[in-house]
């Protein structure tokens, strides 16, 4: 069983202090903070960030606001590679000496051009660095591969042997693998492909799925049609020991949960997970 996690974009229209407070009363023991959420003061910041740790809260993961190299749907500029880069390292040189140990999610960002080929190459040179910064300032990466809904709109890594192909390439100890049930669903072999990931899997995150009707369209767990266990089973071979976060994007959709009681939301996908045998 895993420890129970939360991301902030679950409960988008929470404020940040909100989602520390709410958390902790809801069960969880871990939070992923996004970026967006924070004050711009850096001072602030600070003190934001020193909150999960009074409420009992782990930080499991972080989200920037720029955390792909390449442009992509959310995060359109800026639109230069290196801009974005220094952006990420900016970012990671402000944060991460105050949130040791937390693991920060990456994706890839658009291939122009459908060039694949020369991205996957800045990628793996710009990680390797990404990673080697990572690793003096204590904390780690993750590459997320997304659904294929995102293809060319916000990576151009689609599964986990993409992931693990530029995970192989930079061959560096603080760089790993994010794996989101929601992302993963309908890909065959689950249980072994995530089994072959080892000791790289470094963030996991569940929801539940139904056919999309936007790019931001996930339920709570136990409401749509994912078979969380073959998901579940190849984290426990892969011998993953992180929290299990709870993911759930909401938008561009009639029946938003953001509309919605969000503490039932939260409350449904722990008791689904909880009877799955998941969650402590």
Same mark, same amino acid.
Not at 126 to 130: D, R
């Given at each position: 069983m895993w420890t129970f996690g939360i991301s902030e974009v679950t409960t988008w229209p929470w404020s940040f202090e909100e989602d520390v407070e709410r958390y902790a009363a809801l069960g969880a023991r871990a939070i992923e903070i996004w970026e967006f959420k924070l004050d711009r003061d850096l001072g602030r910041r600070r003190e934001q960030l020193a909150l999960p740790a009074h409420h009992g809260l782990t930080v499991s993961s972080f989200q920037a606001d720029v955390h792909a190299l390449f442009p992509t749907r959310l995060q359109a500029v800026p639109a230069a590679f290196d801009a974005r880069r220094d952006a990420f390292v900016r970012m990671l040189d402000q944060t /991460? !000496? $105050?949130l040791p140990g937390t693991v920060f999610v990456l994706n890839t960002g658009i291939a122009k051009d459908g060039d694949v080929a020369r991205a996957f190459d800045r990628t793996v040179l %710009?990680?390797? @660095? $990404?990673a080697r910064r990572a690793a003096e300032l204590g904390v780690r990466l993750a $590459?997320? !591969?997304l659904h294929p809904l /995102?293809?060319? @709109?916000d990576s151009f890594v689609w599964n986990l042997e993409g992931a693990r192909e530029i995970v192989d390439a930079v061959g560096h100890d603080a760089l790993g693998?994010? %794996?989101d049930a929601w992302n993963l669903a309908g890909q065959a072999d689950l249980r072994a492909r995530l089994r072959a990931c080892g000791d790289r899997l470094f963030l996991a995150q569940v929801s539940d799925y139904r056919r999309p009707r936007s790019y931001l369209d996930r339920l709570a767990v136990g409401d749509g049609e994912l078979d969380l266990r073959p998901f579940l089973d190849g984290l426990r071979d892969g011998g993953y020991a992180g929290p299990l976060v709870l993911e759930i994007f909401s938008k561009d959709v009639p029946d938003s949960l953001y509309d919605g009681d969000l503490h039932a939301v939260v409350r449904r996908s722990r008791t689904a997970l909880t009877a799955l045998? %998941?969650?402590r």
């Open positions: /991460a !000496p $105050l %710009a990680y390797g @660095e $990404l $590459l997320e !591969p /995102a293809m060319n @709109e693998i994010c %794996a045998g %998941a969650v």
